[in-house]
């Protein structure tokens, strides 16, 4: 599908999850729903073809022979990273580091610029919707380095309190890490704002895209980011790789995060010199397939397009949020105006680890815990959610059959 067809012709969901062969399966007798997108997505079979087609065709190193495997996979994996360049919208390849995931994305800051350019007392600013994998890495770095971490509140809505964030920008915070998107949540941060603020300040700034990108059109000049950090298996490509766009000056300061084959230029007993960016921060042989996946994933989004898919999830969430809302005993969690389609939500009747094992009975693939966001729950007073999330593959119908799995809960459990 192109994107011109994706915006002119009517939107075809099913036309849609033929692209998607993990959706057409059997969990128990019933046709698989699946509501657990934000934890990992499905892949398209433009994904899996691509990644198939260089593991049996152009299996060989990169940057290392002139033989034609080695040449053809070169060429792939570096035309990967202009595909992510372009999806990004960085203004030089040079910004765009390949990672195992987000969270090495945001340990490598963590790592590679905080522990190197921040001292003791300095403050460190993250909202309290953060995931954990953009707290812990902070914490160690300021275990290190002596500098302070202050969480940003958070309302009752699941915003950020934006009065409470401009009193903490008063103090001066060196860096300030936010989410996108909350996993947990599913709030939609205005980040080019909450950027352009805390620059004024004088912080260096990250963002954890890993919910952003699979749902919101991420333009990196736009927002105005130091550092922006892509899952690939959110994104509807491969487990194992990511994305750290960095600002080319930044990054140049920066220290390598490890050594070896590929990011050094030269090499001898008594010290080495570094490659040009990217390689620096590329120690090793990569993960070839899921670079080349990745950009395929890209690709296939962009074959879509964010505004049909924003349309699909938009339409499902108000569906499943007006259902949930109808049965006895839900709470849901995450209400601000603009969300992507999560639903974080408890029940009176029962614990969220029995609604999602009801659930599972019946077919439906949902999340319960707390979703690697324990700060966040605490500020709800909560242990944990159960907590289904939309994307644009999924259907009307499988929205219906989770608000008659939530029924059940009830039935069961006496509500």
């Known amino acids: 599908m192109s994107l011109t067809d994706a915006v002119s012709a009517p939107w075809d969901v099913q036309a849609i999850r033929r692209d998607f062969p993990a959706l057409h399966q059997e969990v128990h007798g019933q046709p698989l729903v699946y509501l657990d997108n934000a934890a990992t997505a499905q892949r398209p079979r433009a994904v899996l073809e691509a990644m198939r087609s260089y593991y049996e065709e152009d ?127 599913g709030t939609v941060n205005p980040v080019r704002e909450l950027v352009a603020e805390a620059r004024a300040a004088g912080a260096t700034t990250l963002i954890d895209g890993a919910q952003g990108a699979p749902h919101v059109k991420v333009d990196v000049q736009e927002i105005g980011a130091d550092f922006y950090a892509v899952s690939g298996h959110k994104l509807y490509g491969p487990t194992g790789i990511g994305v750290l766009y960095g600002r080319e000056e930044l990054l140049e300061r920066m220290p390598p995060y490890q050594g070896g084959g590929d990011m050094i230029r030269t090499v001898s007993f008594e010290g080495s010199t570094w490659n040009m960016l990217p390689n620096k921060f590329e120690a090793g042989t990569p ?19 964010y505004p049909a898919m924003q349309a699909q999830e938009q339409q499902l969430l108000e569906r499943a949020t007006a259902g949930l ?63 289904a999330s ?12 989770f608000l008659l799995a939530v029924h059940k809960v009830n039935e069961v459990f006496g509500g």
Request: glycine share 8%; with cysteine.
């Open 287 to 305: 993960n070839i397939a899921g670079a080349i996946g990745l950009a395929a994933a890209m690709e296939y989004v962009e074959s879509v397009g």
């Open 59 to 185: 299996n060989a190193n990169v940057h290392r022979a002139i033989h034609t495997l080695s040449q053809r996979a070169t060429d792939r994996f570096d035309r990967a990273r202009e595909v992510a360049r372009r999806f990004l919208n960085a203004a030089s390849e040079r910004e765009i580091l390949f990672t195992k995931g987000c969270t090495e994305g945001i340990n490598l800051v963590a790592q590679c610029y905080a522990r190197v350019f921040l001292k003791e007392g300095d403050l460190i600013l993250v909202s309290g919707m953060e995931h954990h994998s953009n707290i812990v890495p902070w914490q160690l770095a300021a275990e290190a380095t002596g500098a302070r971490i202050r969480p940003i509140p958070i309302t009752d809505a699941g915003e950020i309190d934006r009065q409470a964030y401009r009193v903490l920008l008063e103090e001066g915070p060196k860096l300030v890490a936010l989410v996108h998107v909350s996993n947990a949540l």
């Open 325 to 387: 809302q109808t049965i006895r005993g839900v709470r849901i969690y995450g209400n601000a105006p603009h969300k992507t389609g999560v639903l974080s939500f408890t029940m009176d009747a029962a614990h969220p680890h029995d609604i999602g094992t009801i659930l599972e009975s019946e077919a439906v693939a949902i999340r319960a815990g707390h979703h690697c966001t324990q700060p966040l729950m605490a500020r709800y007073g909560l242990s944990a959610t159960a907590r």
């Open 390 to 401: 939309l994307t644009f593959y999924n259907t009307e119908e499988e929205v219906d059959r």
